[in-house]
């Protein structure tokens, strides 16, 4: 009986497993996207943008105007740069500590620089809502 009830368990969890696999397949079928709805975004993507071997990132090719509204890479980056010039991170405190006037970001070495950006993107999201840096939560 015992041999049984042993060669019972491991059938079930079997069977288990694959009704769950399967389940998990159909979940999300009424949202899915024809195969020719992907292919004509996928055609519309490719005509403005180019894939960048070097950031390995998509980016928007330079013949191609950005929608209205959006702020480009270079524009955020500043916003960023103006950010830390007018902030310093304090490693006692584990916060932003505000300066009372800018600072010359030319007189910190490249590993500072490096430090505090990284601190930067780990405490702060851009919203693309509201075109701003936000602090993370």
């Known amino acids: 009986m015992k041999r049984y009830q042993a060669m019972l368990l491991p059938l079930g969890l079997v069977l288990a497993a694959t009704v769950g696999v399967a389940g998990a397949q159909n979940a999300s079928g009424d949202s899915t996207k024809s195969r020719a709805e ?3 975004e996928t055609k519309e993507f490719l005509k ?3 894939w960048d071997a070097t950031n390995e990132a998509w980016m928007v090719k330079p013949d191609v105007a ?3 509204g959006v702020r480009s890479r270079a524009e955020v980056k ?4 103006a950010w830390l010039k007018n902030h310093q991170w ?5 916060a932003w500590m505000q300066l009372d006037k800018p600072r010359d970001m030319s007189h910190l070495s490249r590993e500072q620089v490096k430090m505090e950006t990284k601190m930067f993107l780990k405490t702060h999201t851009y919203d693309e809502e509201s075109g701003a840096w936000k602090e993370a939560k």
Do not use: L
Request: glycine content about 6%; charged content about 40%; proline content about 11%.
């Open 48 to 50: 403005t943008h180019q």
């Open 38 to 40: 992907v292919k004509m």
């Open 78 to 81: 500043a916003e960023r740069d």
């Open 66 to 68: 950005p929608p209205s």
């Open 90 to 94: 304090d490693e006692k405190n584990g």
